[in-house]
């Protein structure tokens, strides 16, 4: 008496996404329930998994073959092979099973299959087209992407600080979270620590969007280094001017990274506090230079006492600046210094005027140079006069100067 096959179900989908597949897998085991019915097969198990088969290493399909090879069945139903690999490791495990007999049957609604030569030999076709598509896939989505990068246009989910534009697929300042990248720029630059700033703008508001908690120093440090802020798009190590709007100008970009590179290194000088007065006096009674110092909130200003004995003591700034404000008022410009002083000022006007348009027509010739170079740096690099990181270098650098003189324009 031959003994009756035992059956393991196996559905998957790709994607966890509600918009895609969401009854993919729901579908599939009541179509393989209702085959195995009318079939008379016998389902042992049914194993579900939400992963792609792009590459092996899916624990559920792999618990199914080990499985398998103890024995705990003799079958695999499945809605078409490509649910069970698109790789070829998978597909090869399971045509080795079927070759050692491990596998005894397979069962397919939109596949017919039996375990001779020929039906292994379609199985592998089959697993073959499989692998195809998904290569296929991902090399269209790549070139996609490489459009999309040469016209200017992010290509993947929007970073923080933007947001992804169903209707014109580009991205979008977010309007909480832009402010908060402009924010953070602004107070790096004005010395605030990585420390400081993750406490500031957490407390504002910053989130991420996967994890809603706060950014971490090291979130920030990323965010501070990235160029798509100012609209440079850095992808793969090369360089390509977005389209989107940029929260942060270049030169505060650029400020940024001077900050970032300068608390690298050692501070050796010791601060000076910007005084108003310092080194403006000297003393009445010994000739020596007033200093200023601070003692609890308040300014004073004092005799250096280097010149000898001094009796003079401290006095404070305030005082200071109400003796300078009185002595001021006594003073007046003569009428003919006023009127020269218009004149030569209507004169640095008009001169400012000339020198903006002079600046403008230089840029404009300027940014007609750039697009040259990158011509032809493209064209060196086509005819492979150039290698790609040659290319990537050079580019990146053109690219950047490019959009510093459209800041000018």
């Known amino acids: 008496m031959t003994k009756e096959k035992r059956f393991f179900i196996y559905a998957r989908?790709?994607?966890?996404?509600?918009?895609?597949?969401?009854?993919?897998?729901?579908?599939?085991?009541?179509?393989?329930?209702?085959?195995?019915?009318?079939?008379?097969?016998?389902?042992?198990?049914?194993?579900?998994?939400?992963?792609?088969?792009?590459?092996?290493?899916?624990?559920?399909?792999?618990?199914?073959?080990?499985?398998?090879?103890?024995?705990?069945?003799?079958?695999?139903?499945?809605?078409?092979?490509?649910?069970?690999?698109?790789?070829?490791?998978?597909?090869?495990?399971?045509?080795?099973?079927?070759?050692?007999?491990?596998?005894?049957?397979?069962?397919?609604?939109?596949?017919?299959?039996?375990?001779?030569?020929?039906?292994?030999?379609?199985?592998?076709?089959?697993?073959?087209?499989?692998?195809?598509?998904?290569?296929?896939?991902?090399?269209?989505?790549?070139?996609g992407h490489r459009q999309k990068l040469r016209n200017g246009i992010w290509p993947q989910k929007a970073p923080i600080g933007y947001l992804n534009d169903p209707l014109t697929r580009t991205i979008v300042p977010d309007p909480l979270r832009g402010l908060l990248v402009r924010k953070t720029f602004e107070i790096y630059a004005d010395d605030f620590t990585l420390d400081q700033i993750t406490e500031t703008i957490n407390d504002l508001g910053m989130t991420s969007r996967q994890t809603h908690?706060?950014?971490?120093?090291?979130?920030?440090?990323?965010?501070?280094?990235?160029?798509?802020?100012?609209?440079?798009?850095?992808?793969?190590?090369?360089?390509?001017?977005?389209?989107?709007?940029?929260?942060?100008?270049?030169?505060?970009?650029?400020?940024?990274?001077?900050?970032?590179?300068?608390?690298?290194?050692?501070?050796?000088?010791?601060?000076?506090?910007?005084?108003?007065?310092?080194?403006?006096?000297?003393?009445?009674?010994?000739?020596?230079?007033?200093?200023?110092?601070?003692?609890?909130?308040?300014n004073y200003l004092r005799c250096t006492k280097k010149k000898g004995p001094c009796t003079q003591g401290y006095l404070r700034e305030e005082l200071i600046g109400e003796q300078v404000a009185s002595k001021l008022q006594f003073l007046a410009v003569p009428k003919d210094w006023i009127w020269s002083m218009l004149q030569e000022l209507q004169s640095s006007q008009q001169s400012e005027t000339i020198q903006r348009e002079l600046q403008q027509i230089d840029v404009q010739a300027k940014l007609a140079e750039v697009s040259n170079k990158l011509e032809r740096l493209t064209s060196a690099y086509v005819e492979n006069v150039l290698s790609l990181d040659e290319y990537k270098n050079a580019k990146a650098k053109v690219v950047d100067e490019q959009i510093r003189l459209k800041e000018k324009a």
């Open 13 to 143: 989908k790709s994607t966890d996404d509600k918009s895609r597949q969401v009854r993919s897998v729901p579908d599939q085991i009541a179509e393989l329930q209702e085959m195995a019915r009318k079939g008379g097969f016998s389902v042992v198990r049914i194993f579900e998994e939400k992963q792609t088969a792009k590459v092996p290493g899916r624990p559920v399909f792999n618990d199914m073959l080990a499985r398998i090879e103890r024995g705990e069945a003799e079958g695999i139903m499945a809605w078409h092979p490509d649910r069970l690999a698109r790789n070829s490791v998978d597909g090869g495990r399971i045509i080795y099973l079927v070759d050692t007999k491990k596998i005894a049957d397979l069962k397919f609604p939109t596949f017919i299959f039996d375990p001779t030569p020929s039906g292994k030999f379609m199985l592998s076709i089959m697993f073959g087209q499989s692998k195809y598509y998904v290569d296929n896939l991902s090399e269209n989505i790549r070139r």
């Open 213 to 298: 908690r706060g950014f971490s120093r090291t979130q920030y440090h990323r965010l501070l280094r990235n160029p798509i802020y100012y609209g440079l798009i850095r992808h793969s190590g090369e360089f390509f001017e977005g389209k989107h709007e940029p929260l942060v100008s270049k030169s505060l970009f650029d400020r940024v990274q001077d900050v970032i590179r300068n608390k690298r290194k050692p501070r050796t000088k010791r601060q000076i506090k910007p005084y108003l007065y310092r080194r403006l006096f000297r003393c009445g009674e010994c000739g020596g230079f007033i200093t200023m110092e601070t003692q609890k909130g308040h």
